[in-house]
């Protein structure tokens, strides 16, 4: 069983920082891509950043020069570190990871984390 724990977001004034943890636990055979989506109320789910196993990392437009996701493979962890928080980043952070678990022949598959409340706003 394969589980994401996030931890960080919170409340915080607009210019601010903030930074989220997530760590992929259980029987884990391959980690191909680690990273984050949001959510806003009354709007879809949406790419934050990602993270993949060649080395690559992709920004939402929106987010780029401000936000910055790192992982460590050997813990099977990923970060994102926001900076100059905006009101609009205001959102449930869900932390998303593409992996293979054990055993064997287990299909690769996307897992999510529970989700972590970010607010912006003086």
């Known amino acids: 069983q394969v589980q994401l724990v996030e931890s960080g977001g919170g409340l915080v004034q607009p210019g601010g920082s903030l930074t989220l943890s997530c760590t992929a636990s259980?029987?884990?055979?391959?980690?191909?891509?680690m990273g984050w989506y949001r959510q806003a109320p009354g709007k879809q789910r949406e790419l934050v950043a990602v993270?993949?196993?060649?080395?690559?990392?992709n920004y939402a437009d929106s987010v780029k020069g401000r936000f910055t996701n790192s992982t460590d493979g050997a813990k099977n962890t990923v970060v994102l570190k926001m900076n100059s928080l905006k009101p609009e980043d205001t959102a449930v952070y869900y932390c998303?990871?593409?992996?293979?678990?054990?055993?064997?022949?287990?299909?690769?598959?996307?897992?999510w984390g529970q989700g972590t409340q970010v607010t912006v706003s003086s």
């Open positions: 993270a993949r196993s060649g080395g690559t990392t």
């Open positions: 259980g029987s884990i055979f391959s980690v191909y891509a």
């Open positions: 998303h990871a593409d992996l293979r678990a054990f055993p064997i022949g287990t299909p690769r598959s996307d897992y």
